[in-house]
């Protein structure tokens, strides 16, 4: 059984930066996303990597701001995220998918994480 658990949320003041983690602990997965969801409002897709390629792609509103990366050998997820605005406050959950594929929809994948919060101040 697949096993994620995120790491690296706060609070930070709007255009600063933060680093989120997500290492994988139990099995493999071939593609790994990042999805947020803010209260209120239905869980958004922030951005997916094809784990063994590295292949990558992004919800529309990142616009350049965000990067997910993986480290293999440690099996861990990152997403970096700079130029934060108030608006990109919420749970940001990691999750990840047995199959390949680039699916956008939380629907899609097998495995989340319990979330880390990430709150922006203006």
């Known amino acids: 059984q697949v096993q994620l658990a995120e790491s690296g949320g706060g609070l930070v003041q709007a255009g600063g930066s933060l680093r989120l983690s997500c290492a994988r602990s139990?099995?493999?997965?071939?593609?790994m996303g990042w999805f947020r969801q803010a209260p209120g409002k239905e869980r958004e897709f922030v951005a997916r990597i094809a784990w063994d390629t590295g292949l990558t792609a992004y919800g529309d509103f990142v616009k350049g701001r965000f990067t997910i990366s993986r480290d293999i050998a440690k099996s861990t997820l990152y997403l970096q995220m700079n130029s934060l605005t108030p608006e990109d406050t919420a749970a940001y959950y990691c999750?990840?998918?047995?199959?390949?594929?680039?699916?956008?929809?939380?629907?899609?994948?097998?495995?989340w994480g319990q979330g880390t919060q990430v709150t922006v101040s203006s």
């Open positions: 999750a990840a998918r047995r199959g390949a594929g680039f699916f956008t929809a939380a629907v899609n994948y097998d495995y």
């Open positions: 139990g099995g493999t997965a071939k593609t």
